[in-house]
């Protein structure tokens, strides 16, 4: 896979997750981020910090950025998401607009 088709997501522990750029795209705020004419850092790197969201919930929302598309292409499958992380999950989702 190509750099340019990948992006880097850093959680607030510094954790790298690089993931498909498709699937970055499932959040809105991540893909205003990628996208915005000028010079960002985020545009030129390929790469977004989010420093206030855990290497946990960030680990999560980048499989649902996966499990999005394919739910998308048709593929009906369920996303478990543990119990413990839903308030925390939902304030990430929230910021993210996905």
């Known amino acids: 896979m190509k750099k340019e088709e990948t992006v880097k997501l850093i959680s607030a522990e510094g954790f790298e997750f690089v993931i498909d750029k498709k699937a970055a ?3 809105q705020t991540i893909r205003n981020m990628l996208t ?3 010079s960002f850092a985020e545009t ?3 790469e977004v910090t989010f420093p206030e969201i855990s290497t946990t919930i960030l680990e999560k ?3 649902y950025f996966y499990w999005s598309l394919q739910y998308a292409s048709g593929k009906e499958t369920e996303f ?3 119990p413990e992380l839903t308030l925390e ?3 990430a989702a929230n ?3 996905t």
Request: charged share 10%.
């Open 80 to 82: 478990h998401i543990e």
């Open 36 to 38: 915005s004419p000028g």
């Open 89 to 91: 999950l939902m304030m």
């Open 95 to 97: 910021y993210l607009h």
């Open 25 to 27: 795209m499932v959040s």
């Open 61 to 63: 929302i980048c499989q």
């Open 44 to 46: 030129e790197h390929g």
